[in-house]
């Protein structure tokens, strides 16, 4: 008995450090939230406390308000490594972000032929690793294949199919490429491009996010159902944070686009 009030006299100071808001207007909190226990973790001991902030925001409509997880990755560390999944999911917006700024444009420059994928019989490469490229005059980028002029066909399709609405010539192994006037239906095919994009950008996004939430599932018999359902919980918003992002990055590349 002794022993246990000796093993419980930190616990009025580790509450008083943690900044709990209560837990009303929290959906679906399994019983006994906010102790968890994890039992698998070896770093924290049997048994810790993760802090849980509640958002003062109200849902639209509803006077209820949204809770929002923010749990120490060090806590976790042994379950899942959380910073490592907030790295995958900025990955997936800064290779959107590139995209858009590489591929989707109004304006046609050498640059954006750069990473053009071309499918050669020895693999896939960016058209800058087959050609040089360069712009003669506003209305005209160069293509010279002759370092790899067997691969000229192949680069002509990939420049094509780019959805660039680019139409190059051929002269020899140099690629004639005019840069077409922005329409209104170019920039609206652009707009669609950058639509299609964001759609791939949400898919990857997808994956990670089931990714870690499988990991977590692996301790599924080893730590509290509470830290569970908690951990989940911190994923999702992770993912819906990207994903709003997301969106700005679409709205704006819209807006740019279409003006």
Not at 29 to 49: M, T
Not at 216 to 244: C, G
């Amino acid at each position: 008995m002794a022993l246990a009030l000796r093993w419980l006299r930190p616990l009025p100071a580790l509450l008083h450090r943690v900044p709990f808001l209560g837990t009303r207007g929290l959906p679906g909190a399994p019983p006994g939230w906010p102790a968890l226990l994890l039992e698998g973790c070896s770093q924290c001991g049997h048994q810790v406390l993760l802090s849980r902030q509640l958002a003062t925001k109200k849902a639209k409509g509803k006077g209820q308000s949204q809770a929002k997880v923010n749990i120490s990755a060090a806590l976790v560390e042994d379950i899942i490594n959380l910073e490592e999944t907030s790295e995958d999911m900025q990955a997936v917006i800064e290779a959107l972000k590139e995209d858009f700024s590489r591929n989707i444009s109004v304006r046609t420059s050498p640059g954006v032929l750069d990473h053009i994928t071309v499918m050669t019989k020895d693999g896939k490469f960016p058209l800058n690793q087959l050609g040089q490229i360069s712009q003669k005059s506003p209305q005209l980028i160069m293509v010279n294949m002759a370092n790899f002029p067997e691969s000229t066909a192949a680069a002509m399709k990939a420049i094509r199919e780019s959805g660039m609405n680019l139409n190059p010539e051929v002269d020899g192994t140099m690629i004639r490429v005019p840069v077409p006037k922005v329409t209104r239906e170019h920039r609206e095919s652009l707009a669609k491009l950058a639509k299609q994009s964001t759609n791939k950008s949400k898919e990857a996004l997808r994956k990670v996010r089931s990714k870690s939430i499988s990991q977590v599932k692996k301790f599924k018999s080893k730590v509290s159902e509470d830290t569970l359902w908690l951990l989940e919980k911190q994923i999702q918003q992770m993912a819906d944070e990207a994903v709003a992002e997301m969106d700005k990055l679409l709205a704006a590349k819209t807006k740019e686009l279409l003006g």
